[in-house]
T-cell receptor
Framework: GQNIDQPTEMTATEGAIVQINCTYQ??????LFWYQQHAGEAPTFLSY??LDGLEEKGRFSSFLSRSKGYSYLLLKELQMKDSASYLC??????????WGAGTKLIIKP | IAGITQAPTSQILAAGRRMTLRCTQD?????MYWYRQDLGLGLRLIHY???????GKGEVPDGYSVSRANTDDFPLTLASAVPSQTSVYFC????????????????FGPGTRLTVL
């Protein structure tokens, strides 16, 4: 079956750096997405990786290794507003998104 | 409006009742999707539509139906609601016909919180 694994919850300190990992096993691969979801709100798009390597967007970076079925989202200079769930999703060979359950990130002052 | 709208925002429904969740987008995206989100589980695809006039079944289609009469609207109907359909429902769209990297990025509506008693 298809599977996306990410930690259920992580805690970090304001101003610090945190890395959220995602491993996947899917039928085919057509890209990996990271979304941010604040409590009670809709998921919003953060990043997309289809080739191996690091994509940087301001304080957020996303890394992909297709051979290892692995990605991470790196958040720098954490702010309180970064408290949210972070969802990893992989597009399979049928171009459907397979979603992880999400990682709830708690930022402490 | 800009983006995707969903209605209602929330609803409490008696089991056995029929309910239609509405979704409208103004981005002229060709593809639209319905997901449900339950605590501890990832988003699960219910139905999708790659273009107006076509629909397909996702991972959890039983008990739900959809239609796509035009580009903008993609309603989801529960013919006879059951308590296990209590969930948060998200509609999303993507411009996958545009092609190129990231063209399948999905954009989400604000969600409908449905409780079936």
């Amino acid at each position: 079956g298809q599977n996306i694994d990410q930690p259920t919850e992580m805690t970090a300190t304001e101003g610090a750096i945190v890395q959220i990992n995602c491993t996947y096993q899917t039928s085919g691969f057509n890209g990996l997405f990271w979304y941010q979801q604040h409590a009670g709100e809709a998921p919003t798009f953060l990043s997309y990786n289809v080739l191996d390597g690091l994509e940087e967007k301001g304080r957020f970076s996303s890394f992909l290794s297709r051979s290892k079925g692995y990605s991470y989202l790196l958040l720098k200079e954490l702010q309180m507003k970064d408290s949210a769930s972070y969802l990893c999703a992989v597009m399979d060979s049928n171009y459907q998104l397979i979603w992880g359950a999400g990682t709830k990130l708690i930022i402490k002052p | 409006i800009a983006g995707i709208t969903q209605a209602p925002t929330s609803q409490i429904l008696a089991a056995g009742r029929r309910m239609t969740l509405r979704c409208t987008q103004d981005m002229r995206h060709n593809a639209m999707y319905w997901y449900r989100q339950d605590l501890g589980l990832g988003l699960r695809l219910i139905h999708y539509s790659n273009t107006a006039g076509t629909t397909g079944k996702g991972e959890v289609p039983d008990g739900y139906s959809v239609s796509r009469a035009n580009t903008d609207d993609f309603p989801l109907t529960l013919a006879s609601a059951v308590p296990s359909q209590t969930s948060v429902y998200f509609c999303a769209s993507s411009d996958s016909a545009a092609g190129g990297p990231g063209s399948d990025t999905q954009y989400f509506g604000p969600g409908t919180r449905l409780t079936v008693l």
